[in-house]
């Protein structure tokens, strides 16, 4: 796991290889105008606490304008800004004030679909000779009638909608109200390629792309094989496997055609959204004559088990996938996924913050994971996921991962002086932001204390990285840069467990620890983490 990349010898790094990503999901940011509902003002307001955390760039969950069907992920205007956010003027104002923090913005960029009421759509639907007829994916019914394939959307049922007006069906990978987008046609892609060109002439500084390996279907549009494995535990979309709706090839020269756009207006940053085993998702990176995204997203420690021996093998199988010029990268929340306090516990979330923000590549941090938010209950008659209204027995909904931000012990938590949109955690009165900021052992305070070290620890910026000998429930890896070589030990056991040292070397300080108060003796408290600056045992 080691190579001239990884030891830090390449002379210039983007600052997205060294910086940490901040996932704010504005609905549930900050609510400036008291409609229960977070907005780009709310953003804007929030902007010094997010410069105080040390991360380098927020990424923005969608705020075009959209029917809202699935939350902004069904778009009806690629260059326009939602009135619940705001106006273009103030997301001017917003990429302004981040810029001016030295922050980064990126946006959220949904290429495999619109919403049905976008203008490209409805004419599309119009006529079967419209001009923009076959800017969406529409087919005959199969022999026999009913959907041309045995393609399953997402969140379950059919991926085919019938549309009585025009006779045919139209597909769509997620809701009916998403229709997927045809990249096959010339003039769609143009127009997709120009919105990326609008937003970066605007400045801003990169896009996180939804769904990146969807955009393509195969031609012909056969029948996916059914998976052998699927059992009722799982969705309804897992009953086939995705060979023929998903990941085709020509899909990566379309992420390479965007590359080279985003290139060419300098450090700009594309994080592919890739849900594929290692082998498929490296081949996002593309090759050193015509790379694709620089960070296909990596979910792996959201989708496995939390023990040491599973996370040695992710992060070493991880790493040797990748390309020689592949940057890594890690999350270990987002607005999609159980609240990491909720799946792991709220003592091993301090030991998840430490593993995000000392491994070898970009983090990704999401907004709440930082004060520790873990189960939130939301009763019937507040769920607002479709995605659960689909397929409700198996309980994926993902509001529990966007409830509002609690601030302080204020009304409603300091979000909005109106109702929020979905319930606040239980024990906000408590865990807010202010509080937090107020406890020097706080969550809070360790991210903030983690990102602080990682940002003057060239090692943790940058190193490289190698997994070392550790207990069965302890994962150790070592970081280092020129002379300066860390141990990171991490217990993912309640119970206390022996410290390993590599031979030769000894402890020369302890940079950070996860708990307030850390033995020196050979051992790691239970569920404690710590880094460790190493010096020759001379």
Not at 151 to 180: C, M, V
Not at 377 to 403: A, V
Not at 450 to 460: D, E, H, Q, S, Y
Request: aromatic letters at 10%; proline letters at 9%.
């Amino acid at each position: 796991m080691s190579s001239p990349a990884l030891s830090g010898a390449v002379a210039h790094h983007p600052w997205w290889e060294s910086g940490v990503i901040y996932q704010v999901y504005p609905r549930s940011f900050q609510d400036s105008d008291g409609d229960g509902i977070g907005d780009l003002a709310g953003v804007l307001a929030r902007l010094d606490y997010i410069a105080a955390l040390g991360v380098d760039a927020i990424w923005l969950s969608p705020v075009f304008p959209s029917p809202m069907a699935d939350f902004g992920y069904d778009v009806a205007d690629y260059c326009g800004i939602d009135p619940m956010f705001g106006d273009l003027a103030a997301f001017d104002s917003l990429l302004a004030a981040a810029h001016a923090r030295g922050l980064k913005l990126i946006l959220d960029f949904v290429p495999n679909h619109s919403s049905d009421q976008h203008p490209w759509f409805l004419a599309s639907r119009s006529s079967r000779d419209d001009p923009k007829r076959d800017w969406y994916i529409w087919r005959d019914p199969a022999p026999g009638g009913g959907p041309p394939n045995n393609w399953i959307s997402d969140f379950g049922g059919s991926a085919w909608e019938w549309d009585a007006r025009t006779g045919q069906y139209y597909l769509h990978a997620f809701l009916k109200e998403q229709p997927d987008l045809n990249w096959r046609n010339p003039a769609l892609r143009d127009a997709m390629m120009d919105v990326l060109r609008f937003w970066m002439d605007r400045g801003v500084d990169g896009f996180r792309i939804d769904v990146l390996w969807h955009i393509v279907k195969a031609e012909g549009l056969p029948d996916n094989p059914p998976n052998p494995h699927w059992t009722p535990a799982q969705t309804e979309r897992d009953k086939l496997i995705q060979r023929y709706s998903t990941d085709q090839p020509e899909a990566h020269a379309i992420a390479a055609d965007m590359r080279a756009l985003a290139d060419g207006y300098g450090e700009r940053v594309l994080i592919g959204e890739i849900f594929l085993p290692n082998d498929r998702h490296a081949r996002w990176y593309g090759a050193p004559d015509r790379p694709q995204v620089h960070l296909p997203f990596n979910f792996q420690l959201i989708e496995n088990d939390w023990n040491a021996a599973t996370l040695n093998r992710i992060i070493a199988d991880y790493e040797a996938s990748l390309p020689p010029f592949g940057w890594p990268n890690w999350v270990i929340g987002s607005h999609d996924a159980p609240r990491i306090s909720a799946r792991i516990g709220e003592a091993q979330a301090r030991v998840a913050a430490m593993l995000l923000l000392t491994l070898r590549g970009t983090p990704t941090l999401y907004q709440g994971d930082e004060i520790g938010i873990g189960p939130v209950d939301i009763p019937p008659d507040r769920i607002r996921d479709p995605q659960h209204w689909r397929q409700p027995t198996l309980d994926i909904g993902r509001d529990r991962s966007r409830t509002p931000m609690p601030w302080d012990a204020s009304a409603n938590a300091g979000f909005t002086t109106g109702k929020p949109w979905l319930p606040l955690n239980a024990d906000w009165p408590v865990r807010n932001v202010d509080a937090q900021l107020a406890d020097p052992v706080s969550m809070l305070a360790l991210y903030r204390a983690l990102i602080a070290l990682r940002r003057v620890t060239r090692a943790l910026a940058i190193g490289g990285i190698a997994i070392a000998v550790g207990d069965s429930d302890v994962l150790a890896y070592e970081r280092w840069h020129d002379d300066d070589r860390l141990l990171i030990a991490l217990n993912l056991c309640a119970e206390p467990r022996q410290l390993l040292l590599p031979v030769g070397v000894r402890i020369a300080e302890v940079l950070a620890s996860t708990l307030p108060s850390h033995p020196m003796d050979g051992t790691l408290h239970g569920d404690g983490g710590l880094v460790l600056r190493l010096e020759r045992d001379d």
